[in-house]
């Protein structure tokens, strides 16, 4: 598998009547309804690679959530964008989505696989710099998300640090990408606030493109894309790493003799 180079990831121009894409191209809002929410990577991805985002956004009052996978369908060949990613987008064929819930998100094993692999991811869960999945390894430092800087948001980070907050709640990081295996097929995989759901799809096709799908759907209502590094890690996460290592907290990077666009990434990625 070829070396990831950490690619600039954006949505699709292609995606649902209700979506709105800002003019970066990262983030997602379902303007109206709970559907027509279908979203796609630009390109696809590559073996490996992980299409991540950030839930910023919910809407009560309806029931059901984020739904994320891979099709090989290419976008632009859609003369209509389904309304649902679930059954509509995958009785089209050659897609394979996973609605994330509440709980219970994590794929069961095969017949023959270990249970202790589980039990041994959720323990390196806290010691671990990176997650491993096939040959990719990814900073746990971006696949983890982190709350915004206010009253309650110590509590938030506990949370995250103990892998316990909803996957379905503001604020949860949620991926998908695609690990290659024997005779030109992949296994499909979820992660989930730095939690790899196991394969939850497997014998996919990879001889033909995959874009990541994001359909942001019913109480979800905007996401945003998580820009994610491989291998070392930028001089800006170093830097940003050690301005947070030497403070009580990331609310108090605001009253730091710092730049403020420095600030605005200590704080916010």
Not at 137 to 155: A, Q
Not at 206 to 230: G, N
Request: aromatic content about 8%; hydrophobic content about 40%; some cysteine.
């Amino acid at each position: 598998m070829a070396a990831l180079s950490g690619r600039y990831m954006e949505f699709h121009e292609v995606h649902g009547a209700n979506v709105r894409i800002d003019p970066t191209g990262t983030q997602a809002t379902r303007v109206e309804s709970f559907a027509n929410g279908v979203c796609f990577s630009k390109q696809p991805l590559l073996p490996g690679e992980l299409f991540l985002v950030e839930i910023e956004e919910k809407e009560l009052g309806w029931c059901g959530h984020l739904r994320v996978g891979l099709t090989g369908i290419d976008p632009r060949s859609l003369e209509v964008v389904p309304e649902y990613s679930l059954p509509d987008l995958v009785s089209l064929g050659d897609s394979w989505i996973f609605a994330i819930t509440r709980n219970h998100n994590r794929a069961p094993p095969e017949e023959g696989e270990e249970e202790e692999g589980v039990s041994r991811r959720s323990k390196d869960f806290f010691t671990a710099s990176h997650l491993q999945i096939g040959s990719t390894r990814i900073p746990m430092d971006k696949l983890v998300g982190r709350s915004r800087p206010g009253r309650f948001s110590h509590i938030l980070d506990d949370l995250y640090k103990t892998n316990a907050l909803p996957p379905t709640a503001r604020r949860s990081r949620i991926g998908v990408l695609y690990v290659p295996r024997a005779q030109g097929t992949a296994d499909m995989h979820i992660v989930i606030n730095g939690e790899d759901m196991g394969p939850c799809s497997r014998g996919i096709p990879a001889h033909q493109p995959l874009y990541a799908v994001v359909d942001v759907f019913a109480a979800t209502k905007s996401v945003r894309v998580v820009q994610l590094e491989y291998g070392f890690a930028s001089l800006q996460t170093l830097c940003r790493q050690i301005i947070q290592k030497h403070i009580v907290h990331r609310t108090a990077i605001a009253w730091l003799d710092l730049p403020q666009l420095l600030k605005q990434v200590c704080m916010y990625e």
